[in-house]
């Protein structure tokens, strides 16, 4: 490496990463795959980046951020990315006063989807989700909107204000909204995977499928399994998958000694490379499952995400 490219390339990939609010593993992802940037090398063979390149992929972030494909704006030049940016932040200014509902806090929106719940209106339902996808981050909707939505659904279930027709109609509308916001976001083939599963015993999917989009929004290939998997299975899915990271949600297992018996089934299945990440009511009460070698417990999607930014930090 010549005393130009020193001068010029000189950020390493973890201050990059903070810079422009992009994990490594999608930096890296969005390099391969789109060659958005070409940045330098070490001697060691550990990436430089210029300050061109840390404004072009800020500039990449926020125009995905608004709801574009990551391919759409690859090729852009960074005076079109810059034109994008203004565009969309007009748009921002005006947005108010000709769709409020779209740009609405995410606590609004999950009132107004309650109504739409009630009133068993299916289709209004789908629209806010959408209007939400298009108005917040990824993690936002997930930990602002679904996840206090299903909260709320879940309540109102248990004290029997909703109907079994409500919740079932609800919980088909966030279903099909999940599966679509995860086939929508842009992932390498060549990122790391991870599965998402729920053991034996199990019936709740949001949880697994909730880490799915979380894992995919963080630059991970995400497989979500199903519901109601024996260890076998999930071990035999995630080494054919060449997996990095297996996920599990435990919400209402019968019993924790059921929930212990999969997990450490389990564990004992996979190679000892393999990460198992544990998260859902049951196993953050179980001290069984907390204290199981090779077994992490986690408490929110918030930690998850941190968690494979760790990983992705590693690679």
Same mark, same amino acid.
């Not at 030049?77 to 969309?88: A, F, I, M, Q, T």
């Not at 799915?212 to 399994?225: D, H, N, P, R, Y």
């Given at each position: 490496?010549?005393k130009?490219?020193?001068?010029?390339?000189r950020?390493?990939?973890?201050?990059?990463?903070k810079?422009?609010g992009?994990?490594?593993a999608v930096?890296?992802?969005?390099e391969?795959r789109?060659g958005?940037?070409?940045p330098?090398?070490?001697e060691?063979g550990q990436?430089?980046?210029?300050?061109?390149?840390v404004?072009?992929?800020?500039?990449?972030r926020?125009?995905?951020d608004e709801?574009?494909k990551?391919?759409?704006?690859?090729s852009l030049?960074?005076?079109?990315?810059?034109?994008?940016?203004?565009?969309?932040e007009a748009?921002?200014?005006v947005?108010?006063?000709?769709d409020a509902?779209?740009k609405?806090?995410?606590?609004v929106l999950?009132e107004?989807a309650?109504?739409?719940v009630?009133?068993?209106?299916? %289709?209004?339902? !789908?629209? *806010? @989700?959408n209007?939400? /996808?298009m108005?917040?981050?990824? +993690? &936002?909707?997930?930990?602002?909107?679904?996840?206090?939505?299903?909260?709320v659904?879940?309540d109102?279930?248990e004290?029997?204000?909703?109907?079994?027709?409500q919740?079932?109609?609800?919980?088909?509308?966030?279903? %099909?909204?999940l !599966?679509w *916001? @995860?086939?929508t976001? /842009?992932v390498?083939r060549?990122a +790391? &995977?991870v599965?998402t599963?729920?053991?034996?015993?199990?019936?709740?999917e949001?949880?697994?499928?909730l880490s799915?989009?979380?894992?995919?929004?963080?630059?991970?290939?995400?497989?979500?399994?199903g519901?109601d998997?024996?260890? !076998?299975?999930?071990?035999?899915?995630?080494?054919?998958?060449e997996?990095?990271? &297996?996920?599990?949600s435990?919400v209402?297992?019968?019993?924790?000694?059921?929930?212990y018996?999969?997990v450490?089934?389990?564990?004992?299945r996979?190679?000892?490379?393999?990460?198992l990440?544990?998260?859902?009511?049951?196993?953050?009460?179980?001290?069984?499952i907390r204290?199981?070698?090779?077994?992490?417990?986690l408490?929110?999607?918030?930690?998850?995400?941190e968690?494979l930014?760790?990983?992705?930090?590693r690679?």
């Open positions: 490496m010549n130009r490219e020193t001068e010029v390339s950020h390493p990939i973890r201050v990059v990463s810079r422009t992009l994990t490594p930096l890296r992802a969005w391969k789109y958005v940037v070409s330098s090398r070490t060691g990436r430089l980046y210029s300050d061109e390149d404004e072009r992929l800020t500039l990449l926020r125009t995905v709801g574009r990551i391919s759409q704006v690859a030049s960074v005076e079109e990315l810059r034109g994008l940016v203004r565009e969309d748009e921002r200014r947005a108010p006063s000709l509902l779209g609405s806090s995410a606590s999950v107004k309650m109504v739409a009630e009133e068993m209106d299916q %289709r209004h339902l !789908e629209r *806010l @989700l209007r939400g /996808a108005a917040h981050p990824v +993690p &936002v909707v997930l930990d602002q909107v679904v996840s206090p939505l299903l909260g659904i879940g109102r279930w004290e029997g204000s909703l109907t079994p027709a919740e079932h109609l609800a919980a088909g509308v966030v279903r %099909r909204f !599966e *916001l @995860l086939e976001i /842009a390498t060549e +790391p &995977v599965v599963a729920i053991p034996a015993g199990e019936r709740h949001f949880g697994a499928l799915a989009v979380s894992a995919a929004a963080e630059g991970w290939q995400a497989v979500f399994l519901t998997l024996p260890a !076998e299975e999930i071990a035999s899915a995630s080494i054919r998958l997996a990095e990271v &297996v996920a599990l435990a209402s297992i019968p019993t924790e000694e059921d929930l018996r999969e450490s089934d389990l564990r004992t996979l190679p000892a490379d393999m990460e990440i544990v998260g859902g009511p049951m196993a953050l009460g179980s001290r069984r204290e199981l070698e090779g077994t992490t417990v408490d929110s999607l918030e930690s998850f995400r968690r930014r760790e990983l992705g930090a690679g």
